[in-house]
């Protein structure tokens, strides 16, 4: 009744399952009770509001509106909260106008009143100077316009409303705002700086979830998988890289295909990790994983930081391939293994080591080796070098354990830097939610940056939800700094 009041409906027909109530706002039964009386008195002098109101019983299994109303309950949108019963009379108090920026200067052009402070008095007349009244309104001086009405908190924060969002409405930037605020005749002290606020104020800047560093606790553990293209063809026509990088060692292996499917990708696996390195324990892969009971994490859709290793990878081959190619585009596929050694025989800053020594146990030898005198050639002895190669291989779990403590020492320093900026913003199972539009979806100049009305399904894990429209289940899993609480 309040909702129909609140609408300006004058006709009203409404239905409830139970009998008592109807029978006492309708007159047929008494309200013994001292607080349904209360209530039966309310909702008569609510119901004598309408022009025509109707109160009909309906038996519970017919009562569908009020079902549905059940089933939204946990949106955490439709309901209001009542912190008082509705029978109870709010007292109303005389409480003292606040003073506003206004008032010092109003009350000193009206009446010459100055404040008891010497120095907010000196201030208060200097001012006034460059205000005037007219009609009980203050106004200001202005260099661009003749007088600028002078506003309050409230008027203020509707007028940046209405020239943002309103039917006049541009969503321009912050100064933009603030100046076409100004050519309008309108005057506050923090005009711009409100301005400013007001333009950011939706927008989520601060990361949404804490950082989770991703370690491996051996050589091949958990490799991490992504694919780069479509590049420009190359010879063979390959035109898609398929990249894998190992956790601990930062080992990359690439491949160039044509094509993208799933026996490619199966044949990726098998050739460049399985046969090489041995069965990982966790890859993000296919149902060719399960298997060989490999355990599969999948990153989060506009969100490749839960991929960060790989990501990496990717700038860095992009990087050098860039460097070597200039304009002959299609001749990537040849200079890739020229990046990939580069990077293999170049130390990682996380470890200090390189790829290549965590992988195989020693340095590989590089071409300015040969080009140039060096210890390592010319006191090379083959007799002995199969017996160096062997002990090197019996040290080497000492390297890989302080790289390893390393790595997480500067993961934990990030960790802590990142974390400091996090601002919480978690979603509810029941709440709806607006999407980014996705990279990969037809996007124009008019195109929204949002998209929806979706709704939370569950929290798979720490800041990633699974989202369903009105037609069905959306896949794959989204994070939080792709969503937004949508606000009826």
Sequence with gaps: MKLA??????????????????????GDYQAKDPQLAKYRDRASTMASSFDNFVLLHVPRDQNEWADLLEKLANT??????????????????????????????????????????????????????????LRQNLY??????????????????????EVHEGVSGTHIGGRALAIKIEKAGYYWPTLRR????YKFAEGHKAPPERLHPITSPWPFFKWGVDILGPFPPAPGQVKFLIVAVDYFTKWIEAEPVTSITTKRIKRFYWKKIICRFGIPVEIGTVEYCQELKITQLFTLVEHPQS?????????????????????????WAEELPQVLWSYHTTPHSTTNETPFRLTFGTEAMILVEIGESYPRTTLFEPSGNEE?????????????????????????????????KVVPRNFKTGDLVLKRITLGTDKNKLTPYWEGLFKVI?????????????????????????LRMYYN
């Design 5 to 26: 009041q609140e609408l300006g409906t004058k006709k009203l027909t409404a239905k409830s399952d139970s009998k008592l109530i109807t029978g006492q706002i309708n």
């Design 458 to 482: 569950e929290e798979v894990r720490q800041g990633a939800y699974c989202l369903e429209s009105l037609e069905k289940k959306l896949p794959r899993t989204w994070n939080a700094a792709s």
């Design 76 to 133: 955490r949108i439709i309901h209001e909260k009542l912190s008082t019963p509705t029978t109870d009379r709010s007292e109303v108090l005389d409480v003292e106008n606040k003073i506003t920026w206004m008032m010092p200067i109003f009350n000193y052009l009206q009446s010459v009143e100055t404040p008891d402070n010497p120095e907010e008095a000196l201030k208060v007349v200097k001012e006034a100077t460059k205000y005037t009244l």
């Design 307 to 331: 991929n960060g290793q790989v990501e990496a990878a990717k700038k860095v081959i992009l990087r050098g391939l860039r460097k070597r190619l200039e304009e002959a585009k299609g001749r």
């Design 140 to 161: 200001r001086r202005g260099f661009s316009f003749p007088l600028l009405r002078c506003l309050e908190d409230e008027e203020s924060t509707y007028v940046i409303e």
């Design 388 to 420: 160096e190669l062997r002990t090197n291989l019996d040290l080497l779990q000492e390297p890989r354990e302080i790289a390893h403590g390393k790595e997480y020492a500067m993961k934990t320093r990030a960790a802590r830097k990142y974390n400091r």
């Design 194 to 197: 409100d301005c400013l606020e």
